[in-house]
């Protein structure tokens, strides 16, 4: 080939990848006829994600993070990007750090959730310049009735948000020229909002704003009178107070990024007790706590989701806090939930709430621990117990995103007490068992058995769809599930017409082999390494 055809096909080419870039969709949010989905590439999409510990979002440690990612089977890695890595010296940006993300994501297959440690992290301003952190009169703390400087920067900051605001612009527009492909998925604006310690703000701007009218927009959204803050919310007026102005904040800074470019927005939240907010366990005043979520829906609206942290090894409270943040058909994404094995279960009831987002914390080889919130060692057991899930799901990632969004579903996983769980789904009730044998009935009493090695291990879970009256999709680990009829008719009884394990292919179902007799005279027992089960139910008189 010529100079000039070479100079004539390489300008092709540019003129192809221009087309491609303009026509790439971009990630988003959207509804399905039962729930949420995201979509990645125009398809749906579940992320399977791990959070990279605090400190591992710098080039020397991103080679520690990919084969953790790797070995847990995710498609998505969470990793974090401090405004001090960005903008050193103020009004002097750098996109290194994040350049090197891309680079790496896209050499391990990887997509990326950046995690943007700004005004807030752990609502602390720890990843704040330095020039933002020694400069208290232009960038205010939040201040304590007797005047004292709080921990956390002022909400009412209007330079801090300024400030803020420019820099992550400045990082969605080095994203929109440096990741045509869409790399990233989601931003996360902020970490962890709020404040401990100090139930709002007594800056003399915060002090009159809590002194007037709740703002007529959330009056108005809420169905109440405008009136007072304390007129309005009682023993609540403090931290509502505190999380419209937390949310009105950062909603501003994720419009200036999502001016730029329009990646789904998320929030994350530390959270407070999973039931009750009466004894005023709320987590840091102003995030996104469940019962504040009426309050930053309205304050926040360009957020696309908002997720709870999750570090209780309660079961009922973990399945609480997901119900909480899924009411309504908001979509469900956990930003993070601890990385001991006891957590991995988990991803069953998220997954069957139509999670969007499931991401452990702390999956790094850096040899960061954060026991005891997470696993002591992240050894190649703990590991395995999230491997499992994510196998499971990424086997059918061409088929489950759509069917969480469209069909009936249903997750659990073991309880604190280990005792059976159930549900009704159409005109069959579904009963999950923990630490059973495959074989044989507990009443049985004709044979010596062991007890089963799982009995008092806190593993397994299920998720189930209801494809249509009869069929269900099931995949579970550890536990052992039976099918009924919920309320049979008089002489009617339940039959298994077909259980298929199996996978999908393109979405499309195959079959692997038929599970038949002693596999379901008991029900349908899963081990070890989950699997997906299609089960076809019907009745006979």
Known sequence: MGRFGAALLGALLLVLAGAV???APLPRIADGSARPMLLVDGKPFVALAVQANNSSGYPAALGQVWPAAKAVHANTVMLPLGWEQVEPTEGQLDFADVDAMLAGARAHDLRLVLLWYGTWKNTSASYTPAWVKQDGKRFPRMRHPDGRAHGSLSPHGAETLKADARAFAALMRHLREADPQHTVIMVQVENEAGSWGLARDHTPEAEALFEGLVPSELARALGIPRQSWEASFGPRA????????VARYIDQVARAGQAELALPMIANAALGNAFTDEGGDIGPSGGPNWNALPVWRVAAPSLAAIGPDIYTRDAAAVVRYLDRYAEGRAPLIVPEIGNAAEYARFAFPAFGRGALLYSPFGIDATGYVNYPLGAKMLDKPTLEAFAAPYRLLGSAMSAWPQIAAEK??????????GADQSTTMGRWRLT??????????????????????????PTGGLVAAQL??????????????RLALATPAKGESAQVIAAEEGTFEGGQWVMRRRWNGDQIDYGFSFGTEPVWLKITMGSFR
């Open 468 to 481: 249509d009256a009869d069929t269900f999709l099931v995949g579970g680990q550890n536990v052992r599930l």
């Open 21 to 23: 870039r303009a026509e």
């Open 432 to 457: 999950t068992a923990y630490g059973r044998w495959a074989f044989g009935e507990d009443e049985w009493t004709w044979i010596a058995r062991d007890p089963h090695p799982l009995a008092d291990v």
């Open 238 to 245: 403090e931290q509502f107070f505190m999380s419209w102005h």
């Open 408 to 417: 009936p579903i249903w997750g659990t996983a073991r309880g604190n007490d």
